[in-house]
């Protein structure tokens, strides 16, 4: 009797284990599920509205930049030995590049250009400001895509190529860290022979740029087709651009410095 009693106890004992453990499973599996579909359904966060209360609920996103790839860095003026500048552009991409380039003349504004064009094939007294939809064309985009140029390139400054005068460009800016309505970092739509040319306005001084930790005198961004990569934009500045011939002899003087 009393053996059949422990039997009896001992088998009530496994089945609490087991209905526990059922428990358990069923638990973890009921988080796992509310992760996953919190996930699914892009949930962040929540807000404890009550009944009867109107209630203001901003809700901020950040869609990746597939269609453009960033450049900053500085820009200097120099002994460059004629040096080729460029980068390969990748969707949503970021390039750092600090250039050293042979004349930025004193006293006027400079610009930088980005283009997939050769320096030898670009007429520069003919470059022209490009309408937007053309480089919504080019990336083959829509135009009320929230990423296109149409929506982007919102703005307007006016460029300047030796002694030819562009307005009306077609332009926005760059962002500056903490803040968000700096005009810092223009950059704008040209184009040559329907070829797209971005030019940005480099800054004067070499300020904070879109990171808090480093400082920059420029900021553009380039576009990227669809389905593109590695795409080769060549970097000019002004080409009509004079440097005196003091600025010559300072800039070899501090070759001659450096040489030793």
């Not at 973890?28 to 966060?45: A, E, H």
């Not at 006293?107 to 919504?136: C, K, R």
């Amino acid at each position: 009797m009393n053996k059949q009693n422990k039997r009896r106890k001992y088998k009530f004992d496994l089945d609490a284990v087991l209905i526990n453990l059922l428990i358990i499973l069923l638990v973890v599996i009921s988080i796992i599920s509310v992760i996953m579909i919190r996930d699914y359904v892009g949930y962040v966060s929540y807000h404890e509205a009550k009944g009867g209360l109107i209630n203001e609920l901003n809700i901020y996103q950040i869609f990746p930049a597939w269609m453009w790839n960033g450049i900053y860095g500085i820009v200097l003026s120099g002994v460059s030995l004629n040096t080729t500048w460029f980068t390969y552009a990748n969707p949503a991409g970021m390039t750092e590049l600090t250039m050293v380039v042979p004349c930025l003349e004193a006293g006027i504004t400079h610009e930088l250009y980005a283009t997939t064009l050769n320096f030898s094939e670009i007429v520069w007294e003919n470059i022209t400001a490009a309408p937007t939809q053309m480089l919504d064309d080019y990336v083959g985009i829509t135009y009320n895509d929230s990423m296109s140029a149409t929506q982007t390139f919102n703005e307007s400054i006016n460029i300047s190529i030796g002694t030819n005068l562009i307005t009306n460009v077609n332009a926005t800016y760059m962002y500056q860290y903490n803040s968000p309505q700096s005009k810092a970092f223009p950059v704008g739509i040209l184009q040559y022979n329907n070829t797209i040319i971005m030019v940005a306005i480099i800054n004067d001084n070499f300020v904070t740029g879109f990171r808090p930790d480093k400082i920059f005198n420029y900021e553009m961004m380039v576009p990227v087709p669809v389905n593109g990569s590695d795409i080769r934009y060549n970097l000019y500045t002004d080409p009509f651009d004079f440097v005196q011939e003091e600025q010559k002899e300072r800039f070899m003087s501090l070759a001659r410095f450096m040489v030793g």
